[in-house]
């Protein structure tokens, strides 16, 4: 993984911030010994051996990634399923989840539940979700392989994008299915899901084609399902960033 140098302030800050969301007391970071140390409000001191400073980026999120609240993905959904964080709560039909392998290494992040998935209550299973079932048996993955789950858990009115706020809100949620699943690498469906993840402004085009990093995931970007049924044209670079993924995968999990 290339981080380079003058993103590795605006990494840190990012990092550093997560951490605090997570109740971390102070970090102390000592470049001179190759050290960092994160002292957490429960009086626990982790200390992480760092060799470079892209490595003390991953070093500081997979620290975020943290041990998990919940001992499987079926009692975090139990507690969390009858969700009213955010108005989404009163108009959904069903809170979906996510569906798939609970150890996969890798998942599949998209936006949020349209129509089909609402009434449903699983994750891509209406036009766009048919389309990603064929990308993903193209590069050989059933569902029974990944995990699929998106950026917020109930439908958004008239399938218009989640707010930030929404996501805001829905983001423990996403955190915790990650610390859980531990995936090796995470695929982001569309802009919504990438700009969300990667806390960036930079236009979907530009984030595809390199790997990125999120809590210690490897990630890569692609256009989403729904927009290459509207523009075909979108169909070769997806068909490249698969590949892509496959061989990274193929690479990780060997
Ligand atoms: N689009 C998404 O982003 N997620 C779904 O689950 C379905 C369509």
Known sequence: ?????????????????????????????????????????????????????????????????????????????????????CPLGKTRNKFVYGVGNPHADLVFIGEGPGRDEDLKGEPFVGRAGKLLDKILEAIKFTRDDIYILNMVKCRPPENRDPLPEEMEACSPYLIEQLRLIKPKLICLLGRVAAQRLLDTKTPLGKLRGTFHNFMGAEVLVTYHPAALLRFQAYKRDTWEDMQKLKARYDEVTR
């Open 1 to 85: 993984m290339n981080t380079k140098p003058d993103d590795i302030h605006r990494l840190l800050k990012k990092a550093v911030k997560s951490q605090i969301d997570i109740g971390t007391k102070e970090i102390i970071i000592n470049r001179n010994s190759a050290k960092l140390q994160i002292n957490k409000c429960d009086g626990q001191t982790d200390v992480l051996n760092v060799a470079s400073e892209a490595e003390l980026f991953n070093q500081i999120n997979t620290s975020t990634l943290g041990e998990p609240e919940f001992d499987s993905l079926e009692a975090h959904y139990d507690k969390i399923c009858n969700c009213q964080k």
